[in-house]
């Protein structure tokens, strides 16, 4: 008992290492950092929007229609009077949303998938492979449309589809993660032990498989804002009053001559947020990952 | 090679099978059959049923199943419930607007993507590479419809260089080939980059030069040479990518592509539009995805030697 004990706590310290270590190389990056303290600002912009939002996003100012940037609306109104300023901040929120929420989606049916192929092998894992490979054969963006179209637009739902899109690649890293884990020699000493199939996937591999989740979730959520951004702009996601930026820019592309600052800004926004998220995922790999270093 | 050719084929099968069950779940669960879309207006039950049978949405589910199947053999979806033309001919004409478009796309994207990844590699470091690679950065983040409505809107609208939508011309190809070509060609310039890079510190790289061979022969003839496979692969991916991405492009500019159609008949309810669409697309990704792994197999013996000794 005191031997297992004294082991975890030496697991403790290693692992604390290893990610200070990470902290530390991240530290030197100064994309990274930036990129950091953006996605940090955005988290704060969307937690406290009805705060920062001078206006409501479905306030009608009837007064200013399709105004331009002034004084009381600082980004110009839309063809109802609304805010425009005000709409990109609230549209914030569905975009991190997004991000996070339906890559934690992804994530768990693509680790368990992962993890249960590459835990169990043969049969079940020719079977999950198939199955992989037949979510796999649909367009991501085309497939994550017919999803829409099962269970309706809304943002709950553009979570599910992009979710349920989204997992085959994380799923596919796992399972060759978990394939070489699991010849390990503390595997064997933890079936030995008598531990069963569901202590070890949960205890002991998948736990080790963490920075692959780490760098792919990352990489995952730009992609995932940009799929939001572009079922709405479809038409297809996020409904108005609900303010996403992907549904401000289709609207708003109607007025670009008029009131260019109507597409521009929310389009700032998204490319800014993707590129945040871009530049700390491949930081986060660097860090994380060593061998996965791009050449520079 | 025979037996992972084999290996391989059986496992396609077995795909294509379970990719024509899922579509056909997934366009049955969907809300609203026809006949409530077509005739909304109408409360008469018996019309209902009788536009059903006509549809052969009466039958139990594994037999609709099977004539979805015959369906697909056969390329004969019916008719459109809004189009009023065969559903194959729709189809047939999509495809016809993405493939070109993809075709073009890919081009684009190789001749941009590797001059500049190229470049950027032998002026590591230097105000080229950094400008390229910030280039390409931007590039990945850059959602495509929002470059579609720049371009369309600079060359389109304002200087009136080339058509805002529509197809009446092939002028009308240029502007979503090169939105789609720059992001494409993004990615490609970053990976000619790193092969070039890792091409150029090999020995045999430092042996060529030696022998006297003269330096654009070398980068154009052995450095390439070896970029080219990942390259290769990445651009089997991005013709799937575009397969589906296009749909963004296709709704800026106005074109009748295969992922436009989709859309539509979504909006729709056009179901014999939604099962052909949908599962011709993913038949196309499942064989690209073969010719992608029989490429491989055929370049790389680790590849088929591991399936073989399965």
Known sequence: MEAQNALSQEQVITSTNFYHHVWEKLRENKVAIVSLLLILLLIVVALFAPQIAPYDEGFQDTAHVLSKPTNIHWLGTDEFGRDIFSRIIYGTRVSLSVGIIAELIAMTIGVLMGALAGYFGGWVDSLISRIIEIFGSFPKILFAIVIMNIIGTGVINVFIAIGMVGWTGMARMIRSQILQLKENEYVEAAHSFGAGNTHIIFKHLIPNTLSTIIVNMTMAIPQDIMYEASLSFLGLGVQPPTSSWGQIISVGRVYISTLPGYVLFPSIALVLTVLAFNLLGDALRDALDPRLRRMD | ?310
């Open chain 2, 1 to 310: 090679m025979k037996k992972y050719i084999r290996s391989r084929l059986i496992q396609t099968l077995v795909v294509l099978i379970g990719v024509t069950l899922l579509t056909f779940i997934m366009v049955n669960v969907a809300p609203g059959d026809a006949a409530t879309v077509m005739t909304e207006k109408i409360t008469d039950q018996a019309a209902i049923d009788r536009i059903n049978a006509q549809l052969g949405l009466d039958k139990p589910y594994f037999v609709q199943y099977f004539l979805f199947l015959r369906n697909l053999v056969f390329f004969d979806f019916g008719t459109s419930y809004f189009k009023y033309k065969p559903v194959m001919q729709l189809i047939i004409e999509g495809f016809r607007v993405t493939g070109t478009l993809a075709v073009t796309i890919i081009l684009f994207a190789l001749v941009v993507g590797l001059a500049m990844g190229i470049m950027a590699a032998l002026n590591r470091g230097k105000f080229w590479d950094q400008l390229i690679m910030g280039l390409s950065t931007l590039g990945m983040a850059l959602p495509s419809f929002l470059l579609a409505i720049l371009l369309q809107y600079i060359f389109g609208l304002k200087m009136q260089l080339l058509p805002l939508s529509g197809l009446t011309s092939w002028q009308g190809y240029v502007l979503p080939s090169v939105t789609m070509g720059m992001i494409c060609a993004a990615e490609v310039a970053r990976l000619t980059r790193t092969s070039m890079l890792d091409v150029l510190g090999q020995d045999y790289m430092r042996t060529a030069t030696a022998k006297g061979i003269s330096r654009q022969r070398i980068i154009l003839v052995h450095g390439l040479k070896n970029a080219l496979i990942p390259i290769l692969t990445f651009l089997g991916n991005s013709f799937k990518a575009i397969l589906g991405g296009a749909v963004l492009v296709e709704t800026v500019f106005g074109l009748n592509g295969i992922g436009r159609l989709l859309v539509d008949a979504i909006m729709q309810r056009d179901t014999p539009i939604i099962q052909g669409v949908t599962v011709y697309i993913a038949m196309i990704f499942v064989l690209v995805n073969l010719g992608i792994d029989l490429f491989y197999g055929l370049i790389d013996p680790r590849i088929r030697l591991a399936k073989d000794n399965d």
